[in-house]
């Protein structure tokens, strides 16, 4: 695939007047990712264009997605293929899946843990680790784009689920107290934070000492194209804001977290794009 089918549907609408990211202000890009996954959350198909994570031309490359897929992968038999049990889901958690790894296995939660999904959408994760933490145990779901948030909303609703908690904010100022969060878990959202330092100051503000951060993101092995970079269509959809792995770790050990690492890793894409499991702790004072 060239850019220029990213960047074009079947109709031949091309979105090449755009505006180019690095023109953009962070409250402008962060509005063309609340666009993108407002679309995500209405299940609404962009025809050929790939404006989010695990949109079908960013399947094709295994980046968002994890490994490369076969065959056609659809959001329901991702969240399977990534090592979900989704046995008694809603379908309308699962359709709107725009994950690209399985934080929550990999975050060895406990009962009684307090769980913070950053960028939680439909809520998948944040159900299978209400799972995990039980009764005594809470997880709270922070999403900036109102549809996700109803959306997840209602899923609790029909799985019956209590101990969830969606709330609305950004990820780069959270609505959550000081040192109240066991573990931080995310999937495949950092990547869209303009300011990703900003991310892991707030992560570390709001876990308890001790407290853990298991994320999975999308990383670079090498510096994007400036072009790729440049394209709205590729920040939405998981690309385009990626930082390399180096940079991502540092601003992890820069916020304070100890042991700041990539614990494993899918096959990397076209442009050196990959899906990986990050995982740092707060040390305890
Ligand atoms: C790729 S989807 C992942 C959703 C969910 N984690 C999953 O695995 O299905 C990205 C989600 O992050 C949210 N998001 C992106 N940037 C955000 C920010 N700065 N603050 C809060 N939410 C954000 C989007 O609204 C969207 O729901």
Do not use: W
Not at 139 to 153: F, H, Q, S, Y
Request: net charge negative; aromatic share 4%.
């Amino acid at each position: 695939m060239n850019l220029l089918e990213i960047l074009c549907n079947e109709n031949g609408d091309c979105m090449t007047e755009m505006k180019k990211v690095s023109e953009m202000e962070p409250d402008e890009i962060k509005e063309e990712v609340r666009k993108a996954y407002s679309r995500v959350a209405e299940n609404i198909s962009d025809e050929g264009i790939s404006s989010s994570c695990c949109d079908e031309p960013a399947q094709t490359q295994s980046s968002c997605c994890g490994p490369a897929p076969e065959a056609k992968v659809t959001r329901v038999n991702l969240a399977d293929a990534l090592g979900y049990d989704t046995e008694g889901m809603p379908r309308s958690a699962t359709e709107s899946f725009a994950g690209c790894g399985n934080p929550v296995a990999l975050a060895s939660l406990k009962e009684g843990e307090v769980v913070l999904d950053l960028g939680s959408g439909a809520g998948l994760d944040m159900f299978v680790a209400s799972k995990k933490v039980g009764d005594t145990g809470k997880v709270i779901g922070v999403d900036m784009t109102p549809a996700m948030i109803e959306k997840a909303k209602k899923n609790a609703e029909e799985l019956g689920i209590s101990n969830v908690e969606f709330r609305f904010g950004d990820i780069e100022n959270m609505p959550v107290e000081d040192d109240s969060i066991d573990v931080v878990i995310s999937n495949c959202v950092i990547n869209l934070a303009p300011d990703k330092g900003k991310v892991f100051r707030e992560a570390y503000r709001v876990l308890k000492p001790g407290g853990r951060v298991m994320v999975s993101d999308i990383v670079l092995s090498k510096e994007l194209p400036k072009d790729v970079r440049d394209q709205v269509v590729t920040y939405t959809g998981c690309i385009g804001g990626a930082i390399r792995d180096e940079e991502y770790l540092q601003h992890m050990r820069d916020a304070g977290f100890r042991d700041a690492k990539i614990t494993s890793k899918a096959g990397e894409s076209l442009y050196g794009a990959y899906s990986a499991y990050i995982a740092g702790t707060k040390p305890k004072r």
